[in-house]
């Protein structure tokens, strides 16, 4: 009788169980890698919407340097920042208002898919990402942005920047 040649059942057993293993570390690794890219997203156009943010104020600071009315300044406002103001009671207010991330100072607008375009930001849509809010403090030429959905809890460009080390 000849011998026979093939795998045994323990080791197909033991390959099973190493390639299980293998596939599981690469499963989580791969799952940190997207929530990773997820979060670097959300951070670069964040970024992107405050650099945008910062060029409306600066403009509007420089344009109202010289004027006292408070209509014309309002006009000036409206003429050059981005989005459209946060009206007390709104479904947008009420997000903001649970982000506990209203600052004094700052004057709130919510970006318009249109907005987003203009800023030469596509791919973003509410029903992914939720709303975009951007804080502007004409006095002190700041722009803060705000995320209505965040990323695990952090909602603003300054802590997802804080996330990331930088």
């Given amino acids: 009788m000849k011998k026979q040649r093939g795998i045994t059942l323990i080791t197909l057993t033991i390959t099973i169980i190493v390639m299980m293993i293998i596939a599981g570390i690469t499963v989580y690794f791969g799952l940190d890698l997207i929530r990773e890219v997820k979060l670097q997203d959300l951070r670069t156009n964040m970024l992107l919407m405050q650099a945008k943010g910062k060029e409306c104020v600066e403009e509007v600071s420089f344009q109202k340097a010289n004027v006292t009315d408070a209509n014309e300044i309002e006009t000036i ?90």
Wanted: proline fraction near 0%.
């Fill in 77 to 166: 406002k409206n003429e050059n920042l981005k989005g459209i103001k946060v009206e007390e009671n709104s479904e947008v207010q009420n997000l903001l208002q649970n982000t506990g991330k209203i600052q004094e100072g700052f004057e709130y607008y919510y970006l318009t898919q249109q907005d987003l375009s203009d800023m030469g930001i596509q791919e973003l849509s509410v029903e992914d990402y939720g709303y975009f809010i951007v804080g502007y403090n004409i006095d002190e030429i700041k722009v803060e942005v705000i995320n209505t959905n965040g990323y695990q809890g952090n909602y603003t460009l300054t802590q997802l920047n804080e996330l990331t080390g930088e």
